[in-house]
């Protein structure tokens, strides 16, 4: 037994492996940074070739971030010592930045000591607090550095914006002869972009009959689900957190029906039937995203009926974005969960129910591979398999957020 589970795992990680070596992200494949030649951006040219605010580079500004509130507490200070960052801003905001663009500013600052010796990378604005750039821009989100090189050599811009684009900035722009631009996504866009999710207070279901809410709800606990066979109630186990991020804000499509009200990220996949025959969830039942949800469609409920749950079919009235905060997605070991008495996919991001479950069948088989380094945050196998869902499939067949 214990043999072919692990000739099965074998056999799944040579396929998925095969897969990633044919199809996956080509230039960062096999080749060390050193060895190959860099091509410096041309003055005005910027990467990826598109407007900075789309979704294919660093994302909409979502808002200015003034001094002393949640949000510009959130952000971090760099205070890498190998950087050099300009200080005649009195209160050191070159240093003010997004988790991810620090994170991309200390990879930057690396690959410039390596590829020339003695110099350093050099900060001359990040998060701005003083609007002095153009509405919108994502240097008061702190989204966004102005940089060039300690040695102030205008010759070497060019190449330090390749090294940008490189380091994994979302959006890079050889604006002046002076400086180069460089800017990031939203670290909230970021999260939310590997699943499906629900919000901290969607609520399951335990064997006792109690209502627990997605911020207390922990691994090992058995919860309302369905089988996805039969189409009956079971109460299956939580196995693990394919995301969980309790102090994140997003958006959430809100699904109401006359009885209950759902919230799930727009990504995320509910189960829908275009009739309201009830015991039609085994054979007529589809899966789309929350957001091809509309009024009309009906969606499944779990209703108390003499004792026991019946899986009936209930009308959609109202579908509406809010806001929420946290982002949970819960896997069970049926891959199904009952939120706040509608059932749901624990699926999301790609848009095939079926394939989301086969693809998560080793988690659910080998209790060894759902272990998380954290107890938050994005779990590594979800994260793996999203990575390569987007550079597998075409577009249409994945969705964000
Ligand atoms: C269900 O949840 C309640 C409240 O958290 C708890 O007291 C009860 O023990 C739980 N039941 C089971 C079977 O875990
Ligand atoms: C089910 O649909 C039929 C026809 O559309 C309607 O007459 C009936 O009232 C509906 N029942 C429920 C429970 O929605």
Redesign the pocket.
């Given at each position: 037994m214990r043999i072919r589970k692990l000739y099965i795992l074998f056999l799944l990680s040579v396929f998925f492996v095969c897969i990633a070596m044919s199809c996956g992200p080509g230039p960062r494949h096999g080749t060390r940074p050193s060895e190959r030649i860099l091509r410096p951006l041309l003055r005005q040219q910027y990467v990826p070739h598109l407007s900075e605010g789309t979704v294919g580079a660093s994302g909409p500004s979502e808002g200015r971030i003034y001094r002393n509130t949640p949000k510009y507490r959130k952000l971090e200070r760099n205070y890498n010592p190998d950087i050099l960052f300009r200080e005649d801003e009195e209160d050191g905001s070159a240093r003010i930045m997004t988790k991810r663009c620090k994170d991309k500013v200390d990879l930057l600052s690396t690959l410039v000591r390596n590829r020339w010796a003695g110099v350093s990378l050099q900060v001359i604005s990040a998060w701005d607090g003083d609007g002095l750039h153009p509405r919108g821009s994502l240097h008061y989100e702190g989204r966004a550095v102005d940089i060039k090189t300690s040695d102030d050599d205008t010759t070497k811009y060019g190449l330090l914006a390749r090294l940008a684009v490189e380091a994994g900035f979302d959006w890079v722009f050889y604006e002046s002869k002076f400086h180069v631009h460089a800017s990031v996504r939203a670290d909230g866009a970021d999260a939310v972009k590997y699943g499906g999710c629900f919000d901290g207070t969607g609520t399951a279901m335990n064997e006792s009959g109690a209502l627990i809410s997605m911020n207390n709800l922990q691994i090992g606990d058995k919860v309302l689900a369905v089988d996805r066979w039969s189409g009956l109630p079971v109460f299956s186990e939580v196995i693990l957190f394919m995301d969980k991020q309790p102090t994140i804000e997003t958006e959430y499509v809100e699904i109401r029906t006359h009885q209950q009200t759902i919230r799930l990220t727009s990504n995320h996949l509910i189960f829908v039937t275009k009739?309201?025959?009830s015991n039609t969830f085994s054979t007529k039942r589809r899966a789309v995203y929350a957001s091809d949800i509309i009024v009309g469609d009906?969606v499944y409920l779990t209703l108390p009926i003499s004792g026991r749950f019946e899986i009936?079919?209930?009308?959609v009235e109202m579908v509406a974005t809010v806001t929420r905060s946290g982002v949970y997605a819960p896997l069970t070991a049926h891959g199904t969960i009952v939120v706040d008495a509608t059932v749901a996919s624990c699926y999301g991001f790609i848009n095939s129910e079926t394939l989301a479950h086969a693809a998560l069948y080793p988690v659910r088989a080998f209790p060894s591979l759902r272990t998380a380094k954290r107890s938050s945050g994005i779990h590594w196998y979800a994260k793996t398999l999203a990575d390569m869902a987007r550079n597998l499939f075409p577009t249409y067949w994945i969705k964000l957020n």
């Open positions: 009739s309201n025959n009906f009936t079919p209930s009308r």
